[in-house]
């Protein structure tokens, strides 16, 4: 079945650090690839999506490209700031009617 | 307002007791799910309805009872739930039932089970 595979938080970055939240999944067929955010006491939030391979998805200053051949979904940023303090989650939509969501990961940026 | 609402927002509840989840969407929305987000485990997805109509049920206990009357709400009905069901309870829309389509997701009703 579809998996997403994050790397484990929390990760802690001082303002102005460059960020990189890995994502690699499994899934048959071409899915669709997600990044939500969650920020404290809110519901998730989606931030970018790709829908076919090497296709990049950008917002806010949040960029992370579809690879196939790694089947990966990097999220990045260049320049973190306080406010982007939340919890991110990479998601695919494959063969299944569903989201499937990796478990997270925690992201604390001081000042 | 505008976008999706829960309510209540918080609630604690003893094992014998009755409940019920509120959901309202004001997007204009035909599909709306229900999730169950665990502390260090993925999101859930427990159901999914379009056009008011169910379309997925992912193996969720009978304890658990969704309805939705009309494209705009949804309700998640609760009884005798164990103490392993607290969790954050995610509602979503999306336009259609594809799941390409973006979900927006409401602010979750923080459940606790005593």
């Known amino acids: 079945g579809d998996s997403v595979t994050q790397m484990e938080g929390p990760v802690t970055l001082s303002e102005e650090a460059f960020l990189t939240i890995n994502c690699t999944y499994t899934?048959?067929?071409?899915?669709?690839l997600f990044w939500y955010v969650q920020y404290p006491g809110e519901g998730l939030q989606l931030l970018l999506k790709?829908?076919?391979?090497?296709d990049k998805g950008s917002n806010k200053g949040f960029e992370a490209t579809y690879r196939k051949e790694t089947t990966s979904f990097h999220l990045e940023k260049g320049s973190v700031q306080v406010s982007d303090s939340a919890v991110y989650f990479c998601?695919?939509?494959?063969?299944?009617?569903?989201?499937?969501f990796g478990s997270g990961t925690q992201l604390t940026v001081l000042p | 307002e505008t976008g999706v609402t829960q309510t209540p927002r918080h609630l604690v509840m003893g094992m014998t007791n009755k409940k019920s989840l509120k959901c309202e969407q004001h997007?204009?929305?035909?599909?709306m799910y229900w999730y169950k987000q665990s502390a260090k485990k993925p999101l859930e997805l427990m159901f999914v309805?379009?056009?008011?109509?169910?379309?997925e049920n992912n193996s969720v206990p009978s304890r658990f009872s969704p309805e939705c009357p009309n494209s705009s709400h949804l309700f998640l009905h609760l009884h005798t739930l164990q103490p392993e069901d607290s969790a954050l309870y995610l509602c979503?829309?999306?336009?259609?039932?594809?799941?390409?389509?973006?979900?927006?997701f409401g602010p979750g009703t923080r459940l606790l089970v005593l």
């Open positions: 979503a829309s999306s336009r259609g039932g594809a799941t390409q389509e973006t979900q927006y």
């Open positions: 998601a695919l939509s494959g063969s299944a009617r569903q989201l499937t």
């Open positions: 997007l204009g929305h035909n599909a």
């Open positions: 899934a048959t067929g071409y899915p669709s």
């Open positions: 309805y379009s056009l008011e109509e169910r379309v």
């Open positions: 790709a829908t076919k391979a090497d």
